[in-house]
């Protein structure tokens, strides 16, 4: 249970930095 938690808790911090690095990357084009 603790760990499945763990999972998802990682999967949301690694989208978080995905989207982060795809809107620096849009704003680059853009630019």
Do not use: E, G, Y
């Amino acid at each position: 249970m603790f760990s499945a938690i763990t999972v998802v808790h990682r999967n949301s911090l690694m989208d978080t930095i995905r989207h982060r690095v795809l809107s620096i990357i849009w704003v680059s084009l853009i630019a």
